[in-house]
């Protein structure tokens, strides 16, 4: 399968909080299969295709969307499988250019009501640039409140995709190759262990595509 021109539906706010305003973009129907948890290393989520997808598609339009802030409310997942336990978490991820304070997120989700649907055709994740590792900039994660944030820029999460796209194009053909065998992205992120963000196909329900 290709990243590329697959479409996402997702729901548009503007949300105003004091003078300052922000655009909020989540999915239209919640991603069924992908519970987020605090792992040993970071923080995982255990997925099925459908939801691999949708996070892939997310982590492509976040990357070239520098005024957003995109919104996946994992919470609302399946809490079946799940390698550890713990609360269930939210992702957001977003541009460190916005200057957005995590705090506030708690405030701007409260206030975020029906949205507007758009659906965005995916413009898949382009091969990284090789930068000199001495410049290389990395993502960063926090969680606050319940919510994991990833903060980055346009390079940053170019970097990260590569991990997404190859869960989205190549790990079908391994799964069906080797059924058992393990399909994961692996994010890193700044001070945090290299695969922070840990994004693996569920041993059980790695071949539905509902969504
Ligand atoms: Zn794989
Ligand atoms: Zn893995
Ligand atoms: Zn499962």
């Not at 105003?16 to 305003?21: A, F, M, S, T, V």
């Not at 975020?112 to 000199?132: A, D, F």
């Amino acid at each position: 399968m290709r990243l590329e021109g697959e479409r996402w539906r997702t729901l548009v706010s503007t949300v105003r909080l004091g003078r300052d305003e922000y655009r909020v973009v989540r999915p239209a129907r919640p991603l069924r299969h992908a519970p987020l948890y605090e792992g040993y290393m970071g923080v995982e989520t255990c997925v099925d295709k459908a939801a691999a997808l949708d996070i892939a598609m997310a982590w492509a339009f976040a990357m070239r969307s520098p005024r957003t802030v995109v919104y996946l409310p994992l919470r609302q997942s399946d809490r079946e499988c799940r390698s550890s336990d713990g609360p269930a978490l939210d992702l957001v991820l977003l541009h460190r250019s916005l200057g957005f304070r995590l705090s506030k997120w708690r405030d701007v989700r409260a206030k975020l009501r029906g949205g507007r649907p758009h659906t965005v055709v995916c413009r898949g994740m382009p091969q990284e640039r090789p930068v000199p590792r001495w410049s290389q900039e990395m993502l960063r994660g926090a969680i606050v409140e319940g919510t994991v944030f990833v903060v980055g820029s346009r390079s940053t999460f170019q970097a990260g995709g590569q991990a997404f796209r190859q869960l989205i194009e190549d790990c079908p053909r391994h799964m069906h190759e080797a059924p058992g065998t393990h399909c994961c992205a692996e994010i890193t992120a700044k001070d945090q262990h290299w695969n922070w963000l840990h994004v693996v196909y569920c041993d059980q329900h790695r071949v539905s595509t509902r969504r």
